[in-house]
């Protein structure tokens, strides 16, 4: 007769893959102009708007800021947004004039910042009917984070749809929800908005589990 299994299931199952964070090298696969590395012929990168694309053309840009307060200089951000109606567009196309995605990356160099280029979002609808206010979804990849940390980049010039919109407002916290609005600037004839993000500490910016 064959004798049952004595082995407890906890030493059965195979063990858990350590984790690890996508630091310091993620540059060299992901974002190659700054890591010094020739470009791929398809590159997917910071420009989501060509010139000839619909919407109002602006500058994004920021920092990345640790609980120390100092500057990130090796953080990745992915972006995801919708287009100048407020819809998003399924596939990447780089002969396309804009692309709902991108990434950019902040730099060793200088103040070390992030930018992307291109088009101010329309208010997207949720699917419960809910008009959020225009934004853009950014992903956060650096050392020392296992898993990327989601947030969102507001306008202060839509201060009606920022009121309105259910996901800002399901922020209790009035200051809580500034640290999601990008401050307008005017810059050598562009316009152009800025958010740092800050991972730890005071002035943190509000993360999201999606």
């Known amino acids: 007769m064959r004798q049952p299994n004595t082995v407890p299931r906890s ?20 974002a190659l102009d700054v890591a010094g590395l020739p470009e791929r012929e398809e590159e997917i990168w910071n420009q989501l708007a060509k010139p000839d694309a ?3 053309h602006i500058e994004v840009v920021g920092t990345v800021i640790d609980g120390n307060g100092d500057l990130v200089r090796d953080a990745l ?25 991108g990434r950019t990356a902040t730099t060793a160099a200088g103040d070390s910042e992030w930018t992307l280029t291109t088009i101010k979002p329309g208010a997207v609808t949720r699917s419960d009917g809910r008009v959020m206010a225009p934004h853009i979804n950014l992903a956060i990849f650096a050392r020392g984070i296992n898993i990327q940390l989601q947030t969102r980049l507001y306008f202060e010039d ?11 407002s399901a922020i209790e916290s009035p200051a809580r929800r500034q640290t999601l609005i990008a401050k307008r600037e005017e810059a050598e004839g562009k316009v152009r908005y800025r958010l740092d993000i800050r991972l730890q500490g005071e002035g943190e910016t509000v993360f999201f589990d999606f």
């Open 11 to 30: 030493e059965l199952m195979l063990r858990e893959t350590a984790s690890q964070t996508a630091g310091p090298y993620v540059h060299i696969g992901l």
């Open 158 to 168: 839509e201060t009606q749809a920022n009121a309105a919109c259910p996901v800002l």
């Open 54 to 56: 619909e919407g109002e």
């Open 77 to 101: 951000l992915e972006a995801w947004q919708a287009d100048a109606r407020g819809e998003y567009q399924p596939e990447f196309d780089l002969e396309a004039p804009f692309n709902s995605f």
